[in-house]
């Protein structure tokens, strides 16, 4: 009942989406395709859905071929596209009560489906979709890709553009949801967010770098990863890249994320460098390294 | 079925929430039925024209009487010689000047011929000519009174008589065009508008994720507008027989009929519009372009097709509009039945069954 993908292709004339793309997502499982925009994510999305067709390869979404049996797909799948889809113009309850008819159920038939997150965006049920905020507008188009019970949820960057709080929230819902038996795959390019998936998969450029939990691929993080801070974040990044024994750096909020071309490295001799360089308030220390680290790496 | 009800209300729902589209509606047909049945007309009501009455006799009087009786002239100047005609002309005070002759009266008696010069201002050529035939008429007349108690052997009179429009009245001719421009735009434009909302919007993605079927969302789509149309069409011909006394002389329920099939013919090139183009401003050009003009210029609401060049002739055979307008002046004008339209009538039935076709092949079940 999850999802398969084997040796997916797609181009659209010269530019190349998805290249030879493979992977399952386990039934009930909630699986993150985390990824760059252009990166071939909707892509992927929408040949899962049956939107697209793939130049090569084959996939079947809870059991269904993508090609063959694309209505069977449409019946039993709920679909969130990126971009905000719903009637701007029809209040939050004539949508919702607009999806749930046309799958041929109703909002109270599945109502303990989408209770907790309909709730929240309730007391608003007579406002015009198009004037809710971000946020609820996501709410909303959740329960409606809800409403008829999928059996497989596709959600296309469902947290871009919406506040942190109401972020978290989304993701809270999206475990609840899984623990309801609801296979999950979302993509998102927010790296925090793959650490909530149960497997992730990193694609760029229409490539998967690698697909596992979101701790092995932390643990496959090839160095050993430095935390460094100056008083001159500028200064301090124009410094290291011209270091003959960095490896690589990447700016990571009030930190450098640094790695060496030495194993053990010289802590010592790196301070002196920068102190040469005329920075003050050095900081060096050890960290773990992020999702995000790892993708850099991997996308190097 | 139920899903298609909720289709169908969603569809209501935004028609009725969109104030502009509303107003374009159910604003325009009336407003269009006003501006040609009032505004713009073929007809000459009290035209402006002066007198040169070199004769000044009872003959010459008399024709002037009956000139300011008609409703048609207003005479407004008599002038005393022949050089204040082009002045007058020239100031733009009248449209024609009516010219006797010396002696008119007493020619006319005893040469049994006199002469009467109808000059006219042909900066507006349909007016000049229009005005001419007019007092031509007039003139025409008195001999006739003239002529009654005197017989003349081998005399051959023309009588020509206006059928079906007596009084050349232009409405009754505007009536079936403006009914035709108006269906079509409305039906045409507003369901690929709709249909192409839907893609621009995103949610046609949504749509075709979904159990619906390609027919259900598109009669779902056109259903309304079916509807409104009638509604439209309804309006149309209560205004011009209620305010402009256009007669319908034939069934109103076999107009109904037509009206609703071509109603049916214009959603189908919507449809077909809609599947061709991917934003609504691609679709509200298309069918201003394509079907506006054509179904003014080249279906013989305004030009007749007869007096086209003939390779327009033949592209007016495409136009669904030429058929509907015949079929529209045969029923309110002539009262003929079905039986004198039934050619008219299958044309357009093979069309809308073509376009549907041909919108059905087209239709996208997927985003590419």
Known sequence: ?300 | MKRFIGFVRKEFYHIFRDKRSLFILFGMPIAQILLFGFAITNEINNVDIAILDQANDVASKEIINKIAASKHFSIVDIIQQESSIESIFKKGKVKAVLQFENNFGNNLIKEKQANVQVLTDATDPNMASTISNYISSILKKYQQELNENISIDYQIIPQSRMVYNAELKSVYMFVPGVMTVILMLVSAMMTSISITREKEQGTMEILLVSPLKPFQVIIGKVFPYIFLSVINAVVIVLLSIFVFNVPVNGSLFLLGIESVLFIITSLALGILISTISATQQTAMMISLMGLMLPTILLSGFIFPISSMPLPLQVISNIIPAKWFIIIVKGIMLKGIGIGFVLKETLILLLMTLLFIGVSVKKYKIRLE
Not at chain 1, 55 to 76: C, F, H, M, W
Not at chain 1, 120 to 137: D, T, V
Request: overall charge negative.
């Open chain 1, 1 to 300: 009942m999850g999802i398969t993908i084997s040796n997916i292709s797609k181009s659209y004339g010269e530019i190349t989406a998805l290249s030879d793309i493979s992977f399952d997502v386990k039934p009930g499982e909630l699986f993150g395709l985390i990824g760059p925009d252009g990166a071939g994510k909707t892509t992927l999305f929408r040949i899962l859905t049956t939107l697209l067709i793939a130049d090569n390869g084959q996939a079947t979404v809870a059991g269904y071929d993508v090609l063959n049996d694309y209505k069977s797909i449409r019946n039993s799948v709920g679909y969130m596209p990126g971009r905000f889809s719903l009637y701007q113009d029809l209040t939050v309850e004539e949508n919702l009560n607009f999806f749930a008819t046309i799958f041929g159920t109703t909002i109270e038939e599945n109502y303990d489906l989408v209770k907790d997150i309909y709730v929240q965006i309730e007391p608003f049920k007579n406002r015009r979709a198009g004037k809710l905020s971000g946020g609820m507008k996501q709410k909303l188009a959740l329960s409606c890709a809800l409403i008829h019970k999928p059996k497989v949820l596709f959600l296309d960057e469902p947290t871009t553009g919406v506040d942190p709080v109401s972020r978290k929230e989304f993701w809270e819902m999206l475990k609840r949801l899984q623990k309801k038996g609801i296979t999950i795959l979302v993509s998102t390019p927010y790296m925090d967010e793959a650490a909530l998936c149960d497997r992730i998969a990193l694609i760029q450029d229409g490539n998967i770098l690698e697909i596992d939990t979101p701790n092995a691929i932390v643990s496959h993080f090839p160095k050993p990863l430095y935390n460094i801070s100056a008083h001159n974040m500028y200064n301090l990044i124009e410094s290291l890249t011209n270091y003959e024994h960095t490896y690589s750096i990447f700016p990571f909020g009030e930190f450098v994320h640094y790695t060496d071309k030495r194993d053990p490295i010289d802590k010592a001799s790196l301070k002196t460098y920068l102190e040469f360089q005329g920075l003050t308030d050095i900081k060096i220390e050890k960290t773990q390294p992020t999702i995000e680290d790892t993708f850099m790496e991997l996308a190097k």
